[in-house]
């Protein structure tokens, strides 16, 4: 749940006549698509646009703080870094987003 498993891929193909490598080809696309199952709690980092890119010291200050690196999970798990494109929101930047999510074992 909270992912796109290889079953989950296949059957939409089947599903809809559209190929496993398009749909995963859409899919790769779009940041919010998973293909592992996600932690607890997913950190979205500043992004790549440069009013974020000017201010790296955010970035710097999550990394210190969980002890991983932008892409990287936490030891147990709980944490994930990932950088995003953009939250649409340059005139506040940077701008970071906290997404608390339940993954069932």
Same mark, same amino acid.
Request: hydrophobic share 40%; aromatic share 10%; glycine share 10%.
């Given at each position: ?6 079953? #989950? ?19 790769? *696309?779009?940041?919010? *698509? ?5 932690? #607890?709690?997913? &950190?979205?980092?500043?992004? /790549?646009?440069?009013?974020? #890119?000017? &201010?790296? %010291?955010?970035? %710097?200050? *999550?990394? %210190? /703080? ?5 892409? %990287? ?17 340059? #005139? ?14």
């Amino acid at each position: 749940m909270g992912y796109l498993s290889e079953a #989950a891929v296949d059957e939409a193909a089947r599903l809809t006549g559209i190929s496993a490598n398009e749909i995963y080809g859409v899919a790769t *696309f779009y940041s919010r *698509f998973r293909f592992n199952r996600r932690r #607890a709690y997913d &950190r979205g980092l500043p992004g /790549h646009g440069l009013p974020c #890119a000017r &201010r790296p %010291q955010v970035l %710097q200050a *999550f990394e %210190q /703080h969980l002890e991983i690196g932008a892409g %990287q999970t936490t030891a147990d798990g709980r944490f994930e870094l990932q950088r995003v494109a953009c939250v649409g929101c340059c #005139a506040l930047a940077p701008v970071a987003s906290l997404t608390t999510l339940f993954t069932p074992e």
